[in-house]
């Protein structure tokens, strides 16, 4: 089994749709949460950063985590074209420490 | 800043050729990242140095791979010798502890290799 699923989609969604991204962990040890962008043929770009439980927004953008269900989330509102991209989780224990990536949800926003 | 700059963006060579990837982390970052992406098995991290100081080399998928990281502004990714499963995506990243989103690693644009 592996430290971090993430469904791989792809996902198409209509311009303005409310997006869900999800991925699932099993090691309780890890306290910090990302999710990073990846246009093609670009390298991977923070988009947000959350330490421990709770929620964080940031414009259209909400993260959430619930260690409780070792469950992360990344809501994007109002969808536009231009976030056609992969959505990759990364998870680490400590700051100090190597990130764990999901393997990306293939996200397309339809005009 | 220039951000961490990756040489060369693609790179072409034939089976058995030696191939060297190029990395310059952001000035004043302490840790440094190769990783290997390709459709099959995502995101994979190969090695990382922290200060210069190889920390943790379990993702080098075998001895033809070897990396250094001479100084603080320079690693080098060195393939000897190539085979065609090597071609991937190869992206370096950096990142600096005591930061207000400390661990967050800033990736380079990547070098494209194939291996014919």
């Known amino acids: 089994q592996k430290e971090v699923e993430q469904d791989p989609g792809p996902l198409s969604v209509p311009e303005g749709a409310i997006v869900s991204l999800n991925c699932t962990y099993s090691?309780?040890?890890?306290?910090?949460f990302m999710w990073y962008r990846q246009y093609s043929r670009k390298g991977p770009e923070l988009l947000m950063y959350?330490?421990?439980?709770g929620n964080k927004e940031d414009g259209r953008f909400t993260a959430q985590v619930d260690k409780s269900s070792k469950y992360i989330s990344l809501f994007i509102r109002d969808s536009q074209p231009s976030d056609s991209a992969t959505y990759l989780c990364?998870?680490?224990?400590?700051?100090?420490?190597?990130?764990?990536f999901g393997t990306g949800t293939r996200l397309a926003v339809r005009p | 800043d220039a951000g961490v700059i990756q040489s060369p963006r693609h790179e072409v060579t034939e089976m058995g050729q030696e191939v060297t990837l190029r990395c310059k982390p952001i000035?004043?970052?302490?840790?440094l990242f190769w990783y290997r992406q390709t459709m099959m098995r995502g995101l994979e991290l190969l090695i990382y140095?922290?200060?210069?100081?190889?920390?943790?080399d379990s993702g080098m998928p075998e001895d033809r791979f070897s990396a250094k990281m001479p100084n603080a502004s320079f690693s080098t990714l060195k393939i000897q010798p190539s085979e065609p499963r090597d071609s991937a995506v190869y992206f370096c990243?950096?990142?600096?502890?005591?930061?207000?989103?400390?661990?967050?690693?800033?990736f380079g644009p990547g070098t494209r290799l194939t291996v014919l």
């Open positions: 990243a950096s990142s600096q502890l005591g930061t207000s989103e400390p661990g967050t690693q800033y």
């Open positions: 090691n309780s040890a890890f306290q910090y």
């Open positions: 959350t330490y421990s439980s």
């Open positions: 990364a998870l680490s224990r400590s700051s100090g420490d190597k990130l764990t």
């Open positions: 000035s004043g970052h302490d840790y």
């Open positions: 140095f922290n200060n210069n100081v190889p920390i943790d």
